[in-house]
């Protein structure tokens, strides 16, 4: 067995935000990037599983910001990678159903455009020209996106991937860490299963497993996996990959065309969770199965734009487990328990869509001198206050994150 070798930064988790932070510090002249994935080939768990929708609408100028540099590199990566990421720049339809959404929405065009995301309304009769299956007579606001789109999940982290490797950056499949090795307070390396492995930073991006991670390092920190679904239609007449994405948030809802079929997805309003202590490090997390209840209520609550719902045939069931935190936001940079210890998960169903502007924030946290206070607000230290908090509380939380995702 050859001994695999020593590097400066380890990132733990070959996902979509795992492979974005290694072709992130590829890309700010960080070559000497090792990422260790447990399984046998990257992106097999929540990425594979992702819709890939990519929205820039947020109701925080920095969150907008994030988006919009995703949004660049996501069309880079598609115009000069070699392993592309099926990047579909089709524009977005955000519906608004009441007047109280409609002003809502005018906030998210105003900070839009203060981060230089070009957003106008447009009419009803617009929006049905852009998705001619959809009845919009009932929308009280329509908003319009052009540089939103999507991709797929796992041609992005594979585009990531390929791009870090000609970098130089190191991809090792099928090794799981045990063991946090420090020394004074400083992380020093990793103990595998394959081998120790030694490196000065060490970078947590692994998804459902974060928590276990984490843990290694001495943090408690409240990442909880949330089970999310959607499904793809079998084809329907008119269907096409060009038309733009649509979200729906007053009905909780989600669309976009894959190839000849629709993706309807959505927040469940009795979200389902797993608490990342019941599963072991290494292992996976529960197995999720079909929930057709759910997919039906997706598709009823799409009747308020398309009455004749029974065209839409469920063929295909997707799910995951993206993790949600108990106050909605990112954890992202290094701690004052580990010194070396980084910290990026916690994404809140924003993983694949911000991926680019996570691994930005991940580089910025490791080498800027002056950091964001935004960047400073994504702490992990923010918890450490909390580690005494009632578990089942920050799970509620996390579920309501969940649950108000469009809130």
């Not at 695999?4 to 002249?29: N, R």
């Not at 679904?229 to 909780?252: C, D, G, K, Q, W």
């Not at 989600?254 to 292992?283: I, Q």
């Not at 328990?337 to 930005?360: D, P, R, T, V």
Request: positive net charge.
């Amino acid at each position: 067995m050859n001994k695999l070798k020593d590097s400066k930064i380890i990132i733990l988790g070959g996902g979509g935000i795992g492979c974005g932070i290694a072709y992130s510090l590829c890309q700010a002249g960080t070559k000497d990037v090792l990422l260790l994935e447990k399984n046998n080939t990257l992106a097999t768990e929540t990425t594979s599983q992702g819709a890939g929708l990519v929205g820039q609408l947020r109701n925080d100028l920095n969150r907008v910001a994030l988006a919009k540099w995703s949004v660049k590199i996501f069309t880079g990566l598609e115009k000069k990678a070699v392993k592309k990421p099926a990047w579909m720049q089709v524009g977005s339809l955000r519906i608004a159903l009441t007047e109280n959404k409609a002003h809502e929405f005018s906030i998210l065009k105003s900070t839009a455009k203060e981060a230089g995301v070009n957003v106008n309304w447009i009419t009803n009769k617009e929006a049905n020209k852009k998705w001619p299956l959809f009845d919009f007579s009932s929308a009280k606001g329509v908003l319009w996106c052009d540089t939103d789109g999507y991709l797929s999940p796992p041609k992005l982290a594979e585009s990531y991937a390929n791009e870090s490797m000609k970098l130089g950056a190191k991809f090792e499949t099928g090794i799981l860490v045990e063991e946090i090795m420090s020394s004074n307070g400083k992380v020093t390396g990793v103990r595998t299963n394959k081998g120790t492995i030694c490196c000065d930073i060490l970078i947590n991006a692994a998804g459902a497993h974060a928590w276990h991670i984490a843990k290694m390092a001495g943090l408690n920190l409240p990442v909880f996996p949330v089970r999310h679904e959607y499904f793809i239609s079998s084809a329907i007449e008119n269907v096409n990959p060009n038309l733009p994405t649509m979200r729906i948030p007053e009905a909780s809802l989600y669309l976009r065309a894959s190839n000849n079929s629709l993706l309807l997805g959505g927040w469940e309003p009795d979200c389902v969770y797993t608490d990342p202590k019941n599963f072991k490090n290494g292992e996976k997390p529960p197995m999720i199965k079909d929930d057709l209840n759910v997919m039906k209520w997706f598709k009823d609550q799409l009747k308020v734009i398309c009455p004749k719902n029974k065209i839409i045939q469920n063929s295909k069931v997707y799910k995951g487990w993206p993790t949600f935190v108990p106050d909605g936001r990112f954890i992202i940079g290094p701690t004052k328990k580990l010194q070396g210890f980084i910290m990026a998960g916690g994404c809140n169903a924003h993983g694949i869509s911000g991926s680019a502007g996570i691994g930005k924030h991940v580089v910025d946290s490791i080498y800027s001198e002056e950091k964001s206070e935004y960047l400073k607000s994504l702490s992990p230290d923010r918890f450490l206050s909390d580690e005494k908090s009632n578990w089942e509380q920050e799970i509620e939380k996390s579920q309501m994150i969940y649950k108000n995702y469009y809130n």
